[in-house]
């Protein structure tokens, strides 16, 4: 994979905003951004504990909904960051839930940032600008892709 080619792994159970986040995902023209999608919690968790067993490439970045199938977000979440090897990948939570509780536990499991879903279709493509120029051209990531 190239300097700009990033790697996302969505967990969302609707295929709408699925559809929605790869829109505003791939807006950004000076990068090109895989997608990777699972929309039922038990399947994305076994893919993600499988980066353990297997020679997968791990993500650049995690979004993650709340409120999935079989294994809730949090689950998910807390999996992830107590995993040596997956802890350092940035996980956002994308939610609708804009409840105090939610982003309150969600940043105790250590996610990287909230995002709750806005209902304005510009909005959600302004917020995932941000968080791509953010996670994908202004940090640093532990893997540095930017050569030494």
């Known amino acids: 994979m190239s300097e700009n080619e990033f790697t996302v792994l969505i967990i969302e159970d609707s295929v709408a905003d699925h559809d929605l986040l790869v829109d505003a995902l791939q807006k950004n023209e000076n990068m090109k951004i895989h997608t990777i999608h699972y929309k039922n919690g038990q399947d994305a968790l076994n893919f993600i504990l499988d980066f353990k067993n297997k020679n997968y490439n791990i993500p650049d970045l995690i979004i993650l909904d709340l409120n999935l199938p079989n294994i809730n977000g949090f689950d998910i979440l807390q999996q992830i960051k107590t995993e040596q090897n997956l802890k350092s990948i940035p996980v956002i939570i994308y939610s609708s839930s804009d409840d105090q509780i939610d982003i309150e536990l969600s940043y105790k499991l250590h996610a990287n940032s909230y995002i709750t879903k806005p209902f304005q279709l510009k909005e ?25």
């Not at 959600?124 to 030494?148: C, Q, R």
């Open 124 to 148: 959600l493509f302004h917020k995932i600008a941000i968080l791509t120029k953010y996670w994908f051209e202004v940090s640093e990531p532990p893997n540095s892709k930017k050569g030494d």
